[in-house]
T-cell receptor
């Protein structure tokens, strides 16, 4: 039962342009959402998070948007840089409970 | 400041065997969670340890068991290995059991033949 879905396995973007990564979830009890970035041979690294009481959180070039009614969140990276090339996972949790991860989107930023 | 470390890096086992994976949490962290990441999938929660007890468990059979030591390090044991157990096993640590902020180790790649 995939409670968190990332329907785009891969995405290619030109350097300097915007990257938009999408994530959908099914469990309305989720109240906290995170994005992780993973390079090969490394563990996932926390990138940015958002609580369900907000609809936007920004940290430098990274912004996460949450649409609770659509059960959808997205990660915007502006401007995209070659070093952003990695696999991005979204994850969700209901308070105090386990995290559910999506299957990941592989982002390639073309110089 | 040492991050999360895991050993070994890679492991090859035969079906039916048993395996033990090890994790040392980030300095100051007291909670350890284990995840299984199969090829092309996202990490799947196995269980979480806090105060040397299993606090939460995901949808994994009893063949998967764990332990947490007084120094907060942890082991993941898998008995009667199946081919489908081949995956990257990730350990994550956090400061408190309810913390959303988890730090992941690099993982142990287990191959079952």
């Amino acid at each position: 039962d995939q409670q968190v879905k990332q329907n785009s396995p891969s995405l290619s973007v030109q350097e300097g342009r915007i990257s938009i990564l999408n994530c959908d979830y099914t469990n309305s009890m989720f109240d906290y959402f995170l994005w992780y970035k993973k390079y090969p041979a490394e563990g996932p690294t926390f990138l940015i998070s958002i609580s369900s009481i907000k609809d936007k959180n920004e940290d430098g070039r990274f912004t996460v948007f949450l649409n609770k009614s659509a059960k959808h969140l997205s990660l915007h990276i502006v401007p995209s840089q070659p070093g952003d090339s990695a696999v991005y996972f979204c994850a969700a949790s209901a308070i105090g409970n386990q995290f559910y991860f999506g299957t990941g989107t592989s982002l390639t930023v073309i110089p | 400041d040492a991050g999360v470390t895991q050993s070994p890096t890679h492991l090859i086992k035969t079906r039916g065997q048993q395996v033990t994976l090890r994790c040392s949490p980030k300095s100051g962290h007291d909670t350890v969670s284990w995840y299984q990441q199969a090829l092309g999938q996202g990490p799947q929660f196995i269980f979480q340890y806090y105060e040397e007890e299993e606090r939460q468990r995901g949808n994994f059979p009893d063949r998967f068991s764990g332990h947490q030591f007084p120094n907060y390090s942890s082991e993941l044991n898998v008995n009667a290995l199946l081919l489908g157990d081949s995956a990257l096993y990730l350990c994550a640590s956090s400061l408190v059991v309810s913390s959303y902020e988890q730090y992941f180790g690099p993982g142990t790649r287990l191959t079952v033949t």
